[in-house]
């Protein structure tokens, strides 16, 4: 073990006896360092040369760390001065921590306290960028020739509507062939004037929760959930009401005994995220029926039913209702990319000038070109053969993550809802800290969400949400026995055994 100190400078520790490579290890050190306090905002830090050579080791890995440093946010680089501890790190830089969402806490958010929201410290797996990350899709093959060349195309004549202000429910002929797509593939049934477009999903579900709810309100959440919803909402000081799950969705009946006079309900009814199931037709109208007689908002969350790998796709719920009170939440973040920033909602017809009114006071409205861009992405037919492809692959890599689990951790971790999607969850043996083999796994540069994050009552059974999307299916297998190493250290499961992939 090589040791550094220097005067300004806390000891570094480099282990050279282990496999976990140099860069991971500089890199958790000064992340650690940072969020500790033992580094301090705006402290200097030595350039990569001066590190490299008094650690005695080459500058590409001191490079590698720095670069992923800067890159979260820890590290900042000012003319003159050098590299520094980044000023604005108190509570900042783990705010993109899980698939972009935010973690920091809601002040005066109820149940959430055992969970992500009242995190000071992000755990290690969510700024890990290493396979198995949730949300993140096959970003390299996105066809982004195209993209760019309907994009220059857009901003280099752009029509005057392209650059003035625009509509707060958005641009209307992506609205148009935005309605369109959902009624056709998605079941939704609505007119064009009830979509707005937002900056993705969480824009979406922040705008309902201030829209719909007063503090205190009750709010059926899925449990486990999904945590960018829990945040939203309970920031509208919403109280959340987590209502169980089996494989027909949320149990209706359930949510009624606890909570009858709820003010909204939240739920993944094409794809439970995390779990996979979906919603039964009969707990559909059930759910509708309750809604219509409570007078109680649904909030359908439609992020990812593009990707359905075995039967039909299913279709939305807000096709079923004929007492206007689903609000339908979809996302481009994972057909497209996420840094697109655009969602969309379809609105009951009697909410429209509410919505319009609310975005009015924040953003007013989502940026023309890019939706201009997108109208003729989906009108073109690109939007159709990227997703047709998409599903091709990701099945294959699905395929790839449930044979490499089958192979090497049969016993230990139980796939549920692997149907479609961009992630599967697995449990753990009972008794099994899910956080912690999230940490250990980190330690072996895997992102695995783990399914207490997802908890209000963070001590059910544990379980592992892993990401297949953004990773090919050498990186899944070889993840794959990393979280083997991994279950191992935390102290149960089988003893590693040797891989039997060729690599
Ligand atoms: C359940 C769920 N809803 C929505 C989203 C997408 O959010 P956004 O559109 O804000 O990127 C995600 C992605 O992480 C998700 O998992």
Redesign the pocket.
């Known amino acids: 073990m090589k040791r550094v100190s220097a005067s300004i400078f806390p000891p570094i520790a480099i282990d050279r006896t282990t496999a976990y490579p140099i860069y991971r290890q500089l890199y958790h050190w000064f992340r650690q360092a940072i969020v500790s306090g033992r580094l301090r905002p705006g402290q200097r830090v030595p350039s990569t040369r001066a590190l490299a050579a008094e650690l005695k080791i080459s500058r590409l890995p001191v490079l590698n760390a720095f670069e992923q440093l800067h890159a979260e946010g820890f590290l900042e680089t000012l003319v003159g001065s050098g590299t520094l501890v980044s000023r604005a790190v108190p509570g900042q830089p783990w705010a993109r921590a899980?698939?972009?969402?935010s973690l920091s806490a809601a002040p005066g958010s109820s149940r959430m306290t055992a969970t992500a929201a009242t995190m000071a410290v992000p755990p290690s797996w969510s700024t890990t960028l290493g396979p198995f990350r949730?949300?993140w899709p096959a970003l390299d093959h996105f066809p982004i020739r195209i993209w760019s060349r309907i994009l220059a195309r857009h901003a280099r004549t752009p029509p005057e509507e392209t650059l003035a202000y625009g509509d707060p429910m958005g641009f209307l002929p992506f609205r148009q062939a935005v309605a369109e797509y959902l009624g056709a593939a998605r079941g939704v049934r609505c007119d064009v004037s009830q979509v707005m477009v937002v900056?993705?999903?969480?824009?979406?579900?922040q705008l309902a929760a201030r829209i719909l709810l007063a503090p205190g309100n009750r709010v059926w959440m899925e449990e486990p959930g999904?945590p960018?919803?829990h945040q939203a909402l309970s920031a509208a000081g919403a109280r959340m009401v987590p209502v169980p799950l089996d494989h027909e969705g949320l149990k209706v009946e359930e949510g009624i005994r606890h909570a009858r006079d709820a003010r909204a309900v939240y739920l993944?009814p094409s794809h439970q995220?995390?779990l996979g199931a979906t919603m039964s037709a009969a707990r559909r109208l059930e759910l509708l029926q309750w809604a219509a007689g409570a007078k109680a908002w649904v909030i359908e969350?439609d992020?990812?039913s593009e990707y359905r790998f075995g039967a039909r796709p299913v279709a939305a719920l807000q096709g079923l209702d004929t007492h206007d009170r689903v609000i339908y939440?979809g996302?481009?973040?994972?057909v497209l990319f996420?840094a697109l920033?655009?969602?969309y909602l379809v609105l009951p017809a009697g909410l429209v000038p509410a919505f319009v009114a609310a975005r009015e006071a924040a953003d007013i409205f989502s940026p023309t070109l890019y939706q201009a861009a997108l109208t003729d992405f989906l009108r073109e037919g690109h939007f159709a053969r990227h997703l047709r492809r998409m599903r091709a692959l990701y099945l294959e890599r699905r395929e790839a993550l449930t044979a490499a689990i089958a192979e090497q951790l049969g016993g230990d971790l139980e796939v549920v809802g692997s149907e479609a999607g961009m992630h599967l969850t697995c449990l753990l043996q009972p008794g099994i800290d899910d956080r912690a083999v999230s940490e250990q796994a980190a330690r072996h540069g895997l992102s695995v969400m783990p399914l207490s994050f997802c908890r209000l009552h963070p001590d059910a059974r544990g379980g592992l949400i892993l990401g297949y999307g953004g990773s090919t299916p050498r990186q899944l297998e070889d993840g794959v026995h990393r979280l083997r190493l991994s279950l191992h250290q935390v102290g149960r499961s089988v003893p590693p055994r040797r891989r039997t992939s060729a690599r």
């Open positions: 899980v698939g972009g969402r949730v949300s900056a993705g999903s969480q824009q979406g579900l999904y960018g919803a993944t995220y995390p969350d992020y990812d939440v996302t481009l973040s994972k996420p920033r655009v969602g």
